[in-house]
């Protein structure tokens, strides 16, 4: 016996132990209803054509102010042109969310 007197578990009983966890969360699919297929290709339809609208929409955007504003960066890296537009991101999603609650 090991010095404090107690035994070391077995390998089986380990096992049954490190895959205790395994259980509750093969069971949280079947109470919460499982995650199809076909949802996750909608949603990203969805993000695919989203990107491509503001893919095309970029120039028109520029011309009316956004991509300009303070906070919205544009550097040089690897002699690559990086454009990170977080204001405008935050004005846009704030207008539409204002848009979204109105109606």
């Known amino acids: 016996m090991p010095e404090g007197g107690h035994r070391q578990p077995s390998g089986a009983a380990l096992a049954r132990r490190s895959l205790a966890w395994v259980v509750p969360l093969a069971s949280v699919g079947e109470r919460c209803g499982t995650w199809k297929r076909t949802e996750m290709i909608r949603w990203l339809l969805a993000v695919f054509v989203a990107l491509v609208l503001i893919n095309s929409l970029t120039p028109w955007l ?42």
């Open 62 to 103: 520029q011309r009316i102010g956004l991509g300009r504003l303070p906070g919205d960066f544009k550097f040089r890296l690897f002699g690559r042109h990086v454009f990170v537009p977080l204001a405008s991101t935050v004005l846009v999603s704030v207008l539409v969310g204002l848009l979204l609650r109105w109606l």
